[in-house]
Structure formats: structure tokens, C-alpha cells
């Protein structure tokens, strides 16, 4: 459900929410370069406008599950019910993969390779879809096939979380990979320059003692 | 500019913006705690209305110094102009640092640690707080005294660059940490539970062969 149609070459339209402007070589329309960004992340930002215009933006675990990204929370959790009446969001997905340290400090940067996607939200309500949603999104974040050996849910469970799909048709990726770009008169200039890697790894695995 | 103030217990104001209502347990309020989450973190997921309440949310890099919270881009990227004009912003800061695999689907769970900062940001114009901002903002991202040691910014890169202070005057630290938290009657569910750690991970440096 989760794998990338490689045959697919379809670009998401460029609409005045999603057209980047600054560095716009750095942006990819497709939804190949979108999907794989998605999928590798475990956390989204989402924002949406409380009142007066407020914005807030919350961390939100969530999951790619074909052409819709899944996210879910208490029912009564102000985020979901904003997000349920259909107001406009944002969802962020960054993935930040080193520090680029330059000769200047005007060409310092970082790479990272992130994920806009713009849309309302729709609120699953369909118990067959719930809970494929809810199954996809925990073997999606866990890395493979947990669901079905874990303790069934429960319909009192089920009840109490609000899940979301936000349609993905309007998304862009941005990205920055590669050695620092400083001035070529600065090149000789005598500080170390480069890529510090940075990366999500995961550690040793520590089994609950309970 | 950096250092947490061991001694200082103050404590943010509770406004209807900052008031964690879903597990509350998880907040804390003081300053020691969110600022210790902000000099961790390197990338902030900045969000603001644009037209018609549209939310954008940006990743940003940032760094804390004492009670701000600089950021940085082009004088013509459409964030600094917007957020320049002191609308309402939302400046979020995660730190991803587990995934918390339970017995059963819905006490999954992830350890993290987040910041949210609401407020409006301030345009740095004095020409030496703008240096000083954009030193300190250098040192803290790249992790000590580099900025000496670079070719220096020249005055023209300095006025290519808008910088922005975000007053640290109304913010939030949630967080989770430990194993899952199970129901008592699951705890002899034959399947792996604990949690998996993660964590951002420097790589080894690659010199810039240019
Ligand atoms: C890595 C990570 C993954 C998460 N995954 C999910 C998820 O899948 N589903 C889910 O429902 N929630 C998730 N959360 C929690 C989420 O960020 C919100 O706390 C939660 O959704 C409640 O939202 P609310 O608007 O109802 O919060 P409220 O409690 O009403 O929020 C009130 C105020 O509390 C503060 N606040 C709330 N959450 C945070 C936060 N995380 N960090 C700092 N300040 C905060 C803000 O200032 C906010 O305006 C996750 C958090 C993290 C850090
Ligand atoms: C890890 C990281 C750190 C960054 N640090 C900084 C920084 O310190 N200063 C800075 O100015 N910029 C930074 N950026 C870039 C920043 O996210 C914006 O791209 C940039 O600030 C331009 O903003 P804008 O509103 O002017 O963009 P515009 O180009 O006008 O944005 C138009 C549209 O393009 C899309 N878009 C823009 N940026 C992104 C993105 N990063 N990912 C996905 N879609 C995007 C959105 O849909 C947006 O609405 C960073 C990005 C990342 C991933
Ligand atoms: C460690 C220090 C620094 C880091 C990590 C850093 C990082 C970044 C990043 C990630 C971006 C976004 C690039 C993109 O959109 O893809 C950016 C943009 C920018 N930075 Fe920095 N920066 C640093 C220091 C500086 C300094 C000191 C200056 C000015 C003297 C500066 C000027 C700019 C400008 C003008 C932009 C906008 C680029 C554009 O939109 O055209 N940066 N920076
Ligand atoms: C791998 C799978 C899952 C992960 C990683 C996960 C992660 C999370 C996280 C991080 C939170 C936020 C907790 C906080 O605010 O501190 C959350 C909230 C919640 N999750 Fe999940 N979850 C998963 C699966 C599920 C499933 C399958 C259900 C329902 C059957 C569920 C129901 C809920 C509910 C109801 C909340 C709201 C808690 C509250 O605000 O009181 N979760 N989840």
C-alpha cells in the first residue's frame, strides 16, 4: 500500500500555495520524489489557523498510505477537531541529512530533503476504512507487519480516536544535497569546509521490564 | 549567549495559546526546561497565515541566544517579509528520541520532546545586533567559535539577509519519555514491547574536495 509507483511520472499541479520561489531548482513536483520523502519520515508538522488567524503547528505522527496521508489523535483533542470541519492545513515533513559548513559564513547551509502538502483534511468515519487506516499507519510506523500480532483493538478504542486523511494533490518536495558552493575567490581560504551527515538512527532496542 | 541559567526557575505565563490540554502531565512550563529543548534542536517548523488564513509551516533553522529566537533568510523571501511584519507565528521545535512499541496498537506511542513559541518576530536592523545575531546564530548551529576563523561577511551579504528575533516570552515544553504504558490485562500478550531509540547522529565529516 505504501510502495512507490515507479512507473508513475505525474507531478502534482503547481498552484500559488505550492510553487517554490526561493531556490526553485531545489523543488521536484513529481510524485515519486513526494512519496518517498513521505515515507521515510515517522513526524509531520501540521499547521492550522486557531482563531483570530492564529497559527499553531503541532508534531503529529502520521503515515503515507497510497494517495492520502493518515493521521490520527483523541476525539476530543482540539488539533483533530479543527482539522475535522475541513479548514485549510499544512503538513511539513522535513528530514534534515547534514550541516553544510562553508568558507563563508553566508554559504553555510544544510541539506535536507522536505515536504509541503496543502489541503483539507477528511475525517474516516467508515469502521472498515478506520481500522485499515489505523492498521496501516501503526505497520507503517513500525516497519512491517506489528498490527496483527499485537491485542486487537477494541471498538471502545477505536471510538475514542479521530483518524484523518488529507488527500495528497497538492504537494511539492524541496531538497539540498552536496559539498558546500562558496565564492571562488574564497576557496583557498584556510578553514576545514564540508559536510557534517546528520541522520535519525535508531539504537538498541530496550524490551520493557514491566 | 547560550548557557541555561541553572538558577533561573521562572516560568512562562499560561495563556488560552500555551495551555496544554491533552495529557497536561506532560508540560512544563519553566524556562530551563524549554530552552535546554531549543539548544538541542537545529531546525524549527515555523508556521503563519498567508491570504485568507491559508497556514504555511517552513522549516527553519534557528538558534536560541538568552531570551530570542533568531532566524534568517533573503530580504525578498515571502516568510521574512510576512513574519517581519509581526503577525502572529508559531515557532515549533521537536526532538524525535523513541518509538514506543506496546502490546497493544493503541498505546503505541513515540518519546519526544517538543517546544512550541508563540509570538511576534522582530526585525534585527541595528547593524551591530544583526552581527551579533548572525554570529551567534553561526557558532550555535555549527557548535562553537567557527565564525572567527571564516572569511568575513561582507556588508553587502548582510544586507541580502533578513534577521529575525522571536521574543521567548510565551512558550511550552511537552514531552514523553520511558517504556509503554500498557493496560494490566495485556501485560502477558506474547509479543516484543519496549522501545526503540532514536536519535539525530552526526556522521563522519566528507571535506569539500572542491
Ligand atoms: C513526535 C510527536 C508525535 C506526536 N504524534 C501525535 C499523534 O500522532 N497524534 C496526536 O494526537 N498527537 C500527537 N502528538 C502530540 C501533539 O503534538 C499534540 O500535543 C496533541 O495532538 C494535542 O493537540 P491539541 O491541539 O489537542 O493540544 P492542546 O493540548 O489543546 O494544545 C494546547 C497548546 O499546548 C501546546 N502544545 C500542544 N502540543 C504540544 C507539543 N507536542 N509540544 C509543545 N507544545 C505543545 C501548544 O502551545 C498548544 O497550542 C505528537 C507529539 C510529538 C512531539
Ligand atoms: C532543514 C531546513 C532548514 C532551513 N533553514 C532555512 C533558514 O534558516 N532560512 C531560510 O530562509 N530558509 C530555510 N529553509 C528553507 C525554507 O524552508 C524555505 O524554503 C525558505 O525560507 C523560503 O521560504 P518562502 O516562504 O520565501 O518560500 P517560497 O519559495 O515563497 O515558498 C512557496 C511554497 O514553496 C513550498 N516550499 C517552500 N519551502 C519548502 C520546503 N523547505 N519544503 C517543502 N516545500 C517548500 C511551500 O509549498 C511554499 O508555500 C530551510 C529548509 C530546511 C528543510
Ligand atoms: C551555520 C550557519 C548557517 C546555516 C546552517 C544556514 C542555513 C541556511 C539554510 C538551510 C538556508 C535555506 C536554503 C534553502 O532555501 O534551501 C539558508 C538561507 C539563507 N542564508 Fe543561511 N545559514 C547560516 C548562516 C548564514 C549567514 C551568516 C548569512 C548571512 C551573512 C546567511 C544568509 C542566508 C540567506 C540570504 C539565505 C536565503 C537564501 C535564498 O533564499 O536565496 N546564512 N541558510
Ligand atoms: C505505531 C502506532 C502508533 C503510534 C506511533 C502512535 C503515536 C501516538 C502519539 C505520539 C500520540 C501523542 C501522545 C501525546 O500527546 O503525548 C498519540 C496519541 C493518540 N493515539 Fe496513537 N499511535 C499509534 C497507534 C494508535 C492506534 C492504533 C490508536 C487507536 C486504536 C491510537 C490512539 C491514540 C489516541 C486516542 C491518542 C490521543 C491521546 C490523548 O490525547 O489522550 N494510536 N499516538
Given at each position: 500500500m505504501t510502495l512507490i509507483d515507479e512507473t508513475d511520472t505525474s507531478t502534482f499541479p503547481r498552484t500559488p500555495r505550492n510553487?517554490?520561489?526561493?531556490?526553485?531548482?531545489?523543488a521536484a513536483y513529481d510524485r515519486n520524489s513526494v512519496a518517498a520523502i513521505l515515507d521515510e519520515g515517522l513526524v509531520a508538522h501540521i499547521g492550522f489557523a486557531g482563531d483570530r488567524g492564529q497559527p499553531f503547528v503541532l508534531p503529529t505522527a502520521y503515515a503515507r498510505l497510497g494517495d492520502k496521508v493518515i493521521v490520527h489523535g483523541s476525539v476530543i483533542s482540539r488539533m483533530m477537531k479543527v482539522l475535522s470541519t475541513g479548514v485549510p492545513m499544512c503538513l511539513t515533513v522535513t528530514l534534515i541529512d547534514g550541516l553544510v559548513l562553508a568558507r563563508s559564513a553566508f554559504h553555510h547551509s544544510m541539506n535536507y530533503r522536505s515536504v509541503t502538502v496543502f489541503g483539507e483534511a477528511v475525517l474516516v468515519t467508515d469502521p472498515g476504512e478506520k481500522a485499515a487506516a489505523l492498521k496501516g499507519l501503526t505497520d507503517k510506523l513500525t516497519n512491517g507487519g506489528r498490527w496483527d500480532d499485537l491485542r486487537p483493538v477494541t471498538s471502545k478504542e477505536v471510538a475514542a480516536t479521530t483518524v484523518l486523511a488529507l488527500p495528497l494533490a497538492e504537494a511539492v518536495a524541496k531538497s539540498r544535497s552536496g559539498p558546500p558552493k562558496d565564492d571562488a575567490e574564497d576557496m583557498n581560504w584556510p578553514v576545514w569546509a564540508g559536510v557534517v551527515p546528520l541522520s535519525l538512527v535508531k539504537g538498541e532496542p530496550i524490551t520493557d521490564q514491566a
Amino acid at each position: 500500500m505504501t510502495l512507490i509507483d515507479e512507473t508513475d511520472t505525474s507531478t502534482f499541479p503547481r498552484t500559488p500555495r505550492n510553487t517554490v520561489r526561493r531556490l526553485p531548482a531545489r523543488a521536484a513536483y513529481d510524485r515519486n520524489s513526494v512519496a518517498a520523502i513521505l515515507d521515510e519520515g515517522l513526524v509531520a508538522h501540521i499547521g492550522f489557523a486557531g482563531d483570530r488567524g492564529q497559527p499553531f503547528v503541532l508534531p503529529t505522527a502520521y503515515a503515507r498510505l497510497g494517495d492520502k496521508v493518515i493521521v490520527h489523535g483523541s476525539v476530543i483533542s482540539r488539533m483533530m477537531k479543527v482539522l475535522s470541519t475541513g479548514v485549510p492545513m499544512c503538513l511539513t515533513v522535513t528530514l534534515i541529512d547534514g550541516l553544510v559548513l562553508a568558507r563563508s559564513a553566508f554559504h553555510h547551509s544544510m541539506n535536507y530533503r522536505s515536504v509541503t502538502v496543502f489541503g483539507e483534511a477528511v475525517l474516516v468515519t467508515d469502521p472498515g476504512e478506520k481500522a485499515a487506516a489505523l492498521k496501516g499507519l501503526t505497520d507503517k510506523l513500525t516497519n512491517g507487519g506489528r498490527w496483527d500480532d499485537l491485542r486487537p483493538v477494541t471498538s471502545k478504542e477505536v471510538a475514542a480516536t479521530t483518524v484523518l486523511a488529507l488527500p495528497l494533490a497538492e504537494a511539492v518536495a524541496k531538497s539540498r544535497s552536496g559539498p558546500p558552493k562558496d565564492d571562488a575567490e574564497d576557496m583557498n581560504w584556510p578553514v576545514w569546509a564540508g559536510v557534517v551527515p546528520l541522520s535519525l538512527v535508531k539504537g538498541e532496542p530496550i524490551t520493557d521490564q514491566a
